[in-house]
């Protein structure tokens, strides 16, 4: 597990929490605020495993990242 796919899971858990609490106030735009972090979370996650799965195939020494 690497730096990006923990920054990329702290992101949806935050995201989920201000869409929750966006709900309970009635607050509108926390839950898009919150929305858009957890996307945001996912798409950083992903990028954290994509680039874990070029380390484990060597690919990255290749590609000089």
């Known amino acids: 597990m690497n730096a990006d796919?923990?920054?990329?899971?702290?992101r949806q858990v935050k995201?989920?929490?201000l869409q929750a609490w966006g709900r309970?106030?009635?607050d509108q735009a926390m839950v898009l605020r919150?929305?858009?972090?957890a996307l945001s979370g996912?798409?950083?996650a992903s990028f954290g495993r994509a680039m874990g799965?070029?380390?484990l195939l060597?690919?990255?020494?290749?590609?000089g990242v």
């Open 15 to 17: 995201g989920r929490l």
């Open 53 to 55: 799965a070029t380390k």
């Open 24 to 26: 309970m106030s009635g």
């Open 5 to 10: 796919r923990l920054e990329g899971i702290y």
């Open 58 to 63: 060597g690919f990255r020494r290749r590609l």
């Open 34 to 37: 919150g929305r858009a972090t």
């Open 42 to 44: 996912k798409a950083q």
